[in-house]
Antibody, heavy 121, light 108 residues
Framework: QITLKESGPTLVKPTQTLTLTCTFS??????????VGWIRQPPGKALEWLAL???????RYSPSLKSRLTITKDTSKNQVVLTMTNMDPVDTATYYC?????????????WGQGTLVTVSS | EIVLTQSPATLSLSPGERATLSCGAS???????LAWYQQKPGLAPRLLIY???SRATGIPDRFSGSGSGTDFTLTISRLEPEDFAVYYC?????????FGQGTRLEIK
């Protein structure tokens, strides 16, 4: 059974760096083809893909946010970490991590419950 | 990047009726790499359809997907009370992956 869970601060100040951790079980990020992605959703708005990391440490980022994002993995801990620099109130959103199954394409078949991050001074 | 436009924004129907949701792409989606998700309030999205027409594990057969190129459709053949939710399409044929803005399916 695949499960994912996001953790991190619920409130950050403008200009601060956000660090979110996705802890997962039921799969290994060393298995060929597997990936973990991050997606966010501002309150009442649509989904926005942020970043993805593959089993082979290949990393992909949303072009519009690439300069602010870093995604890393710790296979031994079954964790993926997303950092976003220079947070702004428009970054207030629920942040989800999700499992990307092999073999082709980037879609997400299992999602975490999400964590709401508010950016405010 | 490929922009996905979903229509209608809101669809009001009654249980038992047929729902047809559309997703239009600004460019052709290669290999029909299009997915549909369902999202209920306060919950994470759930994958319904992938590769435009393949149902994900555990998804009832009243949900079906079709289309290719720039025009895709999600059909719910006979609405159940639990189907009223927001539906998103997502393309993964080109980088970056993108989502539509969603269609809210509400009870009439």
């Amino acid at each position: 059974q695949i499960t994912l869970k996001e953790s991190g601060p619920t409130l950050v100040k403008p200009t601060q760096t956000l660090t979110l951790t996705c802890t997962f079980s039921g799969f290994s990020l060393s298995t060929s083809g597997v990936g973990v992605g991050w997606i966010r959703q501002p309150p009442g708005k649509a989904l926005e893909w942020l970043a993805l990391i593959y089993w082979d440490d290949d990393k992909r980022y949303s072009p519009s946010l690439k300069s602010r994002l870093t995604i890393t993995k710790d296979t031994s801990k079954n964790q993926v970490v997303l950092t976003m620099t220079n947070m702004d109130p428009v970054d207030t959103a629920t942040y989800y991590c999700a499992h990307r199954p092999p073999p082709d394409g980037v879609l997400f078949d299992y999602w975490g419950q999400g964590t709401l991050v508010t950016v405010s001074s | 990047e490929i922009v996905l436009t979903q229509s209608p924004a809101t669809l009001s129907l009654s249980p038992g009726e047929r729902a047809t949701l559309s997703c239009g792409a600004s460019q052709s989606v290669s290999s029909s790499y299009l997915a549909w998700y369902q999202q209920k309030p306060g919950l994470a999205p759930r994958l319904l359809i992938y590769d435009a027409s393949s149902r994900a594990t555990g998804i009832p057969d009243r949900f079906s997907g079709s289309g290719s190129g720039t025009d895709f459709t999600l059909t719910i053949s006979r609405l159940e009370p639990e189907d009223f939710a927001v539906y998103y399409c997502q393309q993964y044929g080109s980088s970056p992956i993108t989502f539509g803005q969603g269609t809210r399916l509400e009870i009439k």
